[in-house]
């Protein structure tokens, strides 16, 4: 049995939400005001009903702005035989007997300062199970802001004395507790310091009552009882790790990330005792952001931990996090996005059902791009960094390190920093654009993440100029080489990944846009930058970077000797195409331009401002994930 999905309206910032749920492992994210909290809140609603000890009311404020009927259905699918009969007023028919379901849909009302809460099972409003049902709900929790080294502490209830008394009451052996405890109870009342003080206090009513002597104290130790004795049994960290015993630290003297460890240890342990002979109630865990205090790689440890451990029947976890090491190593299956739109997107089925889309090569090959086995690339290759793009508001992909490295400042020269407007940058590493698009390109907004995402790629015509005859030295000296090769490059058609993108991306043109170089990132970063006037290309930043890049000294000093042989103020365009070929052939390499020009913008940003060129191409990028709005 698991709860394989909710349906909330109007509760806390919910409007109305639908979620659908993994048996085993139920991982939750998405940015900031999502409603990941609330939607566990809605989840321990129901669990919380068959709880001695509450800990979660609905008041007042937890219904949605102007609405007064708070309403929360839950179905749960996998029941067995027994839990059939258990749940009997719950369950649905479906066609066979593995469809049927239970439902349970509660609700509160409210009326002025008031909250009435009634419930119906099954299909039909008004049917009602009885309310001792409840009891079958079982549920763990641990909060954002949890206390566990608190919880581990208490003497009340806490979570290793429960544990302790599980195993007690199976084994039968409350008696021996309490034998144990009454033999060490009259010891203890024994003690001189017990003796006195109860004489002392005797005394004093001796005086007050005068000749009576019928109203003096007994002294005796209360809570004798094993139920009570465990729960005094406190964790602690021994200095003898091979014994586990003498002297140790208190837990309030340890981390709090290896509290958390022992508390969700704790609890599983006490989770996976219970299930052993309780075959009809559902449990529960839900832990919130198990990072906290974690470092990456424990983090990992916790998450391989918590699957499994957590696999069996009738014992399901959920989760909200805002960790992308954690989020990296999760299954698409077991992702849960919320959006601040009030839509839970499960991941993998971006990628089921898709029709499969046929893909052109270079090499004039053709294959049939199929959705499943992109869901498989992108769990290999999605890393910590990727997976950010999920607590974004926009992604915008690029093709390789310098566009890493370089888009970011561009956007900060245009006044569009993109931490300032949540936009995520992905490195494709290449042009793996693909496995990444599938998140985005469905028409079923329940099975797309709900931002915009702007691609930005070389268009890569013309491979032959990377061949020695178009190298530098070859062109440099032989300028009508410069004008065959921008010529050629002119004349060539754009690799076939672009039409590929495109045939990805055409059902949803205004969520997905493409933008890309003529020929490369660096091509089209000279085109913008080196214009039409020996002014103009003086005072550009580019052209400053250029001057003073060590690397290629020899090379620029040719290129400013080219360029101050023009007489006029004016470049002819023919010319001004063979002075950008062959600035773009003196460039250092791809990584090492990127990242030394990115930090020389960066250092002269206030000029760039006016005297740099960002590539429209990138512009228009930017100002779609700017400008868009949801429909």
Known sequence: ???????????????TLDVIFQKDINVIIGENGGCKTSLIDAIRLLYNLGDQQRELYVTVDDFYLG????????????????QKGAFYDYVVLGETEEEDFAKITISYKKEKQKVLFSYYTGEVEGQRADSVTFQYFIHYYLGALRDSTRDLLTNRNNILGSLINRQVEKNNSQASYEALMKTANEE????????????SINTNLINIYKKSVENQIGLRIEESKAEYIVNIIKPYLPHDTGTLTGEGFNLKQNSLGFNNLIYIATVLGDINQQLKDDKTSHYTLLIEEPEAHLHPQLQLNLFEFLKQTNNQDNSQLFITTHSPTLTSKVPLDNLIHLSKNHQAINLNQCFEGREAIQVEEDDEDAFTDDALSRKKQLERYIDATKSQLFFSKGALFVEGISEELLVPVFAKILNHSLEDYKIELLNADGTSFYPFIYLFNS???????????????????????????????????NLPKAEDLFEKIKAATPSTRIK????????????????????????????????KTKTQIADNLLWKYLAQDKSIAKKFAKIKAHLDSFTGAEIAEVELNKLQIIIWKALPSKAEFAQNFSIYLLTNIETAKTNFVVPDYIQKSFNHLINYKSK
């Open 188 to 199: 203890l009342l024994k003690q001189k310091e017990v003796t006195d003080s109860q004489q």
């Open 500 to 531: 590929n993108i495109l045939e990805l991306i055409k059902s949803v043109p205004d969520k997905i846009n493409l933008n890309y170089s003529f020929k490369t990132f660096e091509f089209t970063l000279v085109q913008s930058n080196i214009s």
């Open 443 to 477: 028409t079923d907004k329940l099975k797309t993440l709900p931002m915009p995402l702007s691609i930005i790629t070389d268009d890569d015509r013309f491979t032959e100029s990377k061949n020695t005859e178009y190298s530098f030295k070859n062109i440099k000296d």
């Open 1 to 15: 049995m698991y709860l394989s999905s909710i349906h909330i309206e109007n509760f806390k910032g919910i409007k």
């Open 67 to 82: 609405e007064s009927v708070i309403t929360i259905a839950y179905e749960f699918k996998g029941l067995t035989t027994v």
